[in-house]
């Protein structure tokens, strides 16, 4: 397999500025006009997905949907086992959401395949763009990589959208058959997942870094907490004889806020709080919150949840309520792979990058991929720690250093991987079966 030749790509100024203007051409297509938005399957996503498809076409890549929407660019490759390389990040957004998050991963991705002008791998390299990581539209996130490494969980089928859509529907409308949902690297050797993304805090900021390689994500649990009391007048109903479940959520929200304050490296956010029948002059017959709630370590992530939940309960009695929770969704915490990370890092250096390594409460598609194969991230700094937020921003010359990382990353991994009968290859493991779970390391470098 002849090597990879030094192919001369675009300087990284200009590819730098050739991704930051791709993002603000994915920024101006919304669901919302006014503010960046798009939703599982919706309108804007249909949109973005084409336009990113034929920007992957022109870099030589073949594309594909899969069942769910998520759009895979295929490099060029002859040999049907080859290991794969997975490259990628997400495309659909918050509501109101910056222009970079989840989508410079997949642009500074798709610039550094680009770069190689279609130059032979020893490797097959996929890129992925997925069709939802944020969980806007049914409340529980990570549906395009759970779908890809086949854990789509079936009870998630039948959650509704706002306008009583279930998600099964929403994928067959789009043309999707989600009874199709099963891993798409089974039996397939796999080097590994690497994900570009902002790091959406300020750490890489303080420490005045361009660039971080990602140690580990936390473990997170997305809950759904109502409270039951009765409906009545606001004006004929009497203090005492109330059983209003809007202080009840009061008391709850400042219960996780203390709860997280004194835990460190706890986090926990009620980013949704719905009183019903919800009108000014009527006294809530329920309330229903979302608890979004994250720590490093899942054994304090279990006992904090565990309190939460009893403080709730405490509250319902004394206020002569009922309290019902649903966990949506549970994920534990994932180290990064060390031998990816460390090709990462290494060649930053060769290429005059300074990077840190750094730990990280948000959630990312990298979490669910490590189930299936090595993971590793590149992380860029977030001018002012924003991100979720129409502020989030990148600095251009961090977007070049990423891409340059990017890019001599891919080129290395093509020096260093030799065909297996010299056994001298870096990580690779294969996928087996249904259960998407990794196979024995076939061999790997010491
Ligand atoms: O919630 C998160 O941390 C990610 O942005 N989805
Ligand atoms: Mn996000
Ligand atoms: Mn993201």
């Known amino acids: 397999m002849p090597m990879i030749e030094q192919v001369i790509g675009p300087s ?23 503010r960046i938005t798009r939703g599982f399957l919706s309108p804007a996503m249909a949109e973005v997905t084409t336009l990113v498809a034929r920007w992957m076409e022109e870099a030589g890549l073949q594309t594909e949907l899969d069942i769910v929407g998520n759009l895979i660019g295929t490099y060029p490759c002859t040999d049907d086992d080859a290991p794969v390389l997975v490259l990628g990040s997400h495309l659909d957004t918050v509501s109101d959401a910056g222009r970079y998050d989840g989508i410079l991963g997949v642009l500074l991705a798709l610039a550094a395949v680009e770069a190689l002008d279609r130059a032979p791998l020893p490797f097959a390299l996929e890129l992925v763009a997925f069709a939802d990581e944020e969980g806007l539209r049914y409340g529980v996130p990570f549906l395009g990589s759970r779908a890809m490494v086949g854990d789509l969980d079936p009870a998630w089928l039948r959650r509704r959208d706002r306008e009583g859509v279930t998600m099964a529907d929403a994928i067959k409308a789009w043309g999707g058959d989600p009874t199709e949902v099963r891993c798409r690297y089974a039996g397939r050797r796999m080097i590994g997942f690497v994900e570009a993304h902002i790091e959406q805090g300020p750490v890489l900021e303080q420490r005045g870094l361009p660039l971080g390689i990602l140690e580990a994500l936390s473990g997170a649990c997305w809950m759904r907490i109502r409270f039951d009391g009765c409906a ?30 004194r835990e460190p490296d706890l986090v926990a956010t009620v980013g949704k709080m719905r009183p019903s029948p919800g009108a000014s002059n009527v006294i809530a017959g329920s309330v229903e919150m979302s608890l979004d709630i994250r720590h490093p370590d899942d054994r304090c992530l279990a006992r904090s949840i565990e309190s939460l939940l009893d403080n709730c309960r405490s509250i319902a009695r004394r206020r002569d309520l009922q309290m019902h929770h649903e966990v949506l969704h549970r994920q534990r915490g994932v180290e990064a792979d060390a031998r990816v990370s460390a090709l990462l890092r290494e060649t930053a250096n060769a290429v005059g990058v300074e990077t840190g390594e750094l730990a990280l409460g948000a959630g990312h598609d990298s979490l669910i991929m490590a189930r299936i194969m090595p993971m590793a991230m590149l992380l860029l700094r977030s001018p002012g720690g924003v991100s979720h937020h129409p502020d989030e921003a990148v600095l251009p010359a961090d977007v070049g250093d990423a891409f340059d990382v990017l890019h001599a990353f891919i080129q290395r991994l093509a020096r260093e991987t030799v065909p297996d009968d010299r056994k001298t290859d870096p990580v690779f493991i294969r996928v087996d079966g249904d259960s998407g779970s990794t196979g024995v390391d076939l061999d790997c470098k010491g």
């Open 12 to 34: 990284t100024e200009e590819a730098a500025a050739s991704i930051l203007e791709r993002c603000e051409a994915l920024a101006r297509i919304t669901d919302e006009p006014g």
């Open 232 to 261: 009545g007048h606001a004006g004929t109903t009497p203090m005492a004889l109330r059983r209003d479940p809007v202080p009840a959520a009061a008391e709850m929200v400042l219960a996780v806020e203390h709860l997280a304050l």
